[in-house]
């Protein structure tokens, strides 16, 4: 199962691993606070056309290396 977007902290990137249902309104390891649904809502607009089309992960853009992006990609044709 994909991690939920209002799970993952929209500010700063942190992925909270367990939250019920019932919390409605929680604080990042970043010290921000959300309201669950404006984080979703938030998270789902900055993954844009990317997360529906080609399927990536919704993720906001990490600084840090090694943190990846969803780009199209061309697939190689072998020749006939």
């Known amino acids: 199962m994909?991690?939920?977007p209002a799970k993952l902290?929209?500010?700063c990137g942190t992925l909270t691993e367990k939250m019920p249902i019932n919390v409605r309104e929680w604080t990042c390891d970043g010290r921000?606070?959300?309201d669950r649904d404006v984080n979703a809502a938030r998270n789902i607009k900055a993954a844009g056309p990317a997360g529906s089309v080609c399927g990536a992960g919704v993720r906001p853009q990490r600084?840090?290396?090694g943190g990846?992006?969803?780009a199209k990609?061309?697939?190689s044709q072998?020749?006939?």
Do not use: F, R, V, Y
């Open 73 to 75: 990609q061309k697939t």
């Open 63 to 65: 600084s840090t290396p």
């Open 9 to 11: 902290c929209s500010a």
């Open 2 to 4: 994909k991690d939920s």
């Open 78 to 80: 072998g020749e006939p």
């Open 68 to 70: 990846q992006s969803a």
């Open 32 to 34: 921000t606070t959300h």
